[in-house]
């Protein structure tokens, strides 16, 4: 068999600046068309592309190829990690040592995944990217906050940092604060690399003990959002003057995206020299597709990414940055529209909840469920509404969304139910989720 060889890889992050509109696009398309010739024998998509000939790859228009492939979630590949046959012969002809990495669970079932180790290290000459773009700079002492488990962010996180010369501060596990927070003193950190659930704790510990780390400058985040309440926090516990910046990637299809200082917080320029991106009504709801160009032992072809966004402009417009890649504006998660008494109802009331009432939002969690008569139940997992006898208010905030107010008022849901927040069911992961959907 053949051995697969992908496109060079860039040299260095910066490298995108000088690729116009066109010679990136071309780029783009090229790699495209390779994976697609590739995706048809391979035995883990070969069945998606079905209505799709090679003559057809070489020919027709990218769009409209791409039209012709569905959507899918990612799948999971411990068949091809334990069993030789197909796999294991597509591995042995693809260049570089297979390794296995897994997804948190957060957005769905927890799923194994393989690809190759030069592939996670091309795709963090993009992470890198993201972060000389987030203000990561070589003066910098990073620590990177990390857990436990078979994640590729950890070493894919360093080798990222290594480009942008900075000092890289390695923090194995988040939830040993008092040590951590020795470490981030001692060594006068100043920039913290973060999920951020995973600063939680240290939030806590820092407010609970009144220790300010005044030498902190910056966060970057991935992962999930950084919402203002916990931006107040780290004013607070930091500096009034610490700066933000942001990444974006899923262990699913690799590094996606980047902020420059010309986008708004939840505005992301697109890696168009490593992924094919688009933006799909799956559902009713225009939900992000990724393609990642640079991953042959095991496709990651259109995946959903259960995220909503919009065009904000495509690859050809010239940002400040420099870059001529597209640019996307994420309206949020899929999850975030969700079926209660039959009716799609936003959990937008819900999610705001913590900043209405002035809660921690890492001690809220509002559970969807459906009880043994299948009707549909929200419970309020919250100490702080119980203690400071908040029920009413809580209620009125939630039934702020008119759909929902009419699930409750016709008995299509059941009355909301308030309890305390330690009977609440741990989640999976460690993202931060105040909205749970236990019926998926």
């Given at each position: 068999?053949?051995?697969?060889?992908?496109?060079?890889?860039?040299?260095?992050?910066?490298?995108?600046?000088?690729?116009?509109?066109?010679?990136?696009?071309?780029?783009?398309?090229?790699?495209?068309?390779?994976?697609?010739?590739?995706?048809?024998?391979?035995?883990?998509?070969?069945?998606?592309?079905?209505?799709?000939?090679?003559?057809?790859?070489?020919?027709?228009?990218?769009?409209?190829?791409?039209?012709?492939?569905?959507?899918?979630?990612?799948?999971?590949?411990?068949?091809?990690?334990?069993?030789?046959?197909?796999?294991?012969?597509?591995?042995?002809?693809?260049?570089?040592?297979?390794?296995?990495?897994?997804?948190?669970?957060?957005?769905?079932?927890?799923?194994?995944?393989?690809?190759t180790?030069e592939?996670?290290?091309?795709?963090?000459v993009?992470?890198?990217?993201?972060?000389?773009a987030?203000?990561?700079?070589?003066?910098?002492?990073?620590?990177?906050?990390?857990?436990?488990?078979?994640?590729?962010?950890?070493?894919?996180?360093?080798?990222?940092?290594?480009?942008?010369?900075?000092t890289?501060?390695?923090?194995?596990?988040?939830?040993?604060?008092?040590?951590?927070?020795?470490?981030?003193?001692?060594?006068?950190?100043?920039?913290?690399?973060?999920?951020?659930?995973?600063?939680?704790?240290l939030?806590?510990?820092?407010?609970?003990?009144?220790?300010?780390?005044?030498?902190?400058?910056?966060?970057?985040?991935?992962?999930?959002?950084?919402?203002?309440?916990?931006?107040?926090?780290?004013?607070?516990?930091?500096?009034?003057?610490?700066?933000?910046?942001s990444?974006?990637?899923?262990?699913?299809?690799?590094?996606?995206?980047?902020?420059?200082?010309?986008?708004?917080?939840?505005?992301?320029?697109?890696?168009?020299?490593?992924?094919?991106?688009?933006?799909?009504?799956?559902?009713?709801?225009?939900?992000?597709?990724?393609?990642?160009?640079?991953?042959?032992?095991?496709?990651?072809?259109?995946?959903?990414?259960?995220?909503?966004?919009?065009?904000?402009?495509?690859?050809?417009?010239?940002?400040?940055?420099?870059?001529?890649?597209g640019?996307?504006?994420?309206?949020?998660?899929?999850?975030?529209?969700?079926?209660?008494?039959?009716?799609?109802?936003?959990t937008?009331?819900?999610?705001?909840?913590?900043?209405?009432?002035?809660?921690?939002?890492?001690?809220?969690?509002?559970?969807?469920?459906?009880?043994?008569?299948?009707?549909?139940?929200?419970?309020?997992?919250?100490s702080?509404?119980?203690?400071?006898?908040?029920?009413?208010?809580?209620?009125?905030?939630?039934?702020?969304?008119?759909?929902?107010?009419?699930?409750?008022?016709?008995?299509?849901?059941?009355p909301?139910?308030?309890?305390?927040?330690?009977?609440?069911?741990?989640?999976?992961?460690?993202?931060?989720?105040?909205?749970?959907?236990?019926?998926?």
């Amino acid at each position: 068999m053949k051995k697969v060889v992908s496109s060079p890889p860039l040299k260095s992050p910066g490298d995108f600046i000088s690729l116009a509109a066109g010679e990136l696009q071309q780029r783009q398309h090229s790699a495209l068309r390779a994976l697609l010739h590739h995706a048809m024998k391979h035995p883990l998509t070969k069945g998606r592309l079905a209505r799709i000939s090679s003559s057809m790859i070489d020919q027709e228009e990218i769009p409209k190829l791409m039209s012709l492939i569905q959507a899918a979630r990612s799948p999971d590949h411990t068949e091809a990690i334990v069993e030789e046959g197909e796999y294991g012969a597509f591995g042995r002809a693809t260049s570089g040592s297979p390794i296995v990495f897994s997804t948190g669970g957060t957005t769905g079932r927890p799923a194994m995944l393989l690809n190759t180790y030069e592939e996670t290290l091309r795709n963090a000459v993009f992470h890198a990217r993201g972060y000389m773009a987030a203000g990561i700079l070589p003066h910098h002492r990073v620590a990177s906050f990390g857990g436990s488990g078979t994640y590729a962010s950890e070493y894919c996180v360093y080798h990222a940092l290594s480009m942008t010369g900075c000092t890289i501060v390695p923090i194995n596990d988040f939830r040993l604060v008092e040590a951590n927070t020795a470490i981030l003193l001692n060594l006068k950190v100043n920039v913290l690399l973060t999920m951020p659930s995973e600063a939680y704790g240290l939030l806590d510990h820092l407010e609970k003990a009144n220790i300010v780390l005044p030498c902190m400058e910056r966060v970057v985040t991935g992962g999930e959002r950084l919402s203002e309440q916990m931006k107040e926090r780290m004013r607070q516990c930091f500096s009034p003057s610490v700066a933000f910046g942001s990444t974006f990637q899923t262990a699913d299809v690799g590094t996606i995206g980047y902020q420059c200082e010309e986008c708004r917080p939840n505005e992301y320029h697109l890696h168009s020299d490593l992924i094919y991106a688009e933006i799909e009504p799956i559902e009713d709801t225009p939900e992000l597709v990724i393609t990642n160009l640079d991953r042959m032992l095991m496709p990651a072809l259109k995946i959903r990414t259960g995220d909503r966004a919009e065009w904000v402009h495509l690859i050809g417009q010239r940002c400040s940055c420099g870059s001529m890649a597209g640019r996307i504006r994420l309206l949020g998660r899929t999850r975030d529209l969700v079926k209660i008494g039959g009716e799609k109802i936003s959990t937008d009331p819900m999610t705001r909840l913590p900043d209405r009432l002035g809660l921690r939002e890492h001690m809220l969690r509002i559970e969807i469920s459906t009880d043994d008569d299948g009707r549909d139940a929200i419970t309020i997992f919250s100490s702080e509404i119980l203690d400071r006898g908040l029920r009413d208010v809580a209620a009125k905030v939630l039934s702020s969304e008119p759909k929902l107010a009419q699930m409750l008022q016709e008995g299509r849901c059941r009355p909301l139910e308030f309890r305390p927040f330690s009977e609440a069911a741990t989640s999976e992961g460690y993202k931060n989720r105040v909205v749970v959907d236990v019926r998926r």
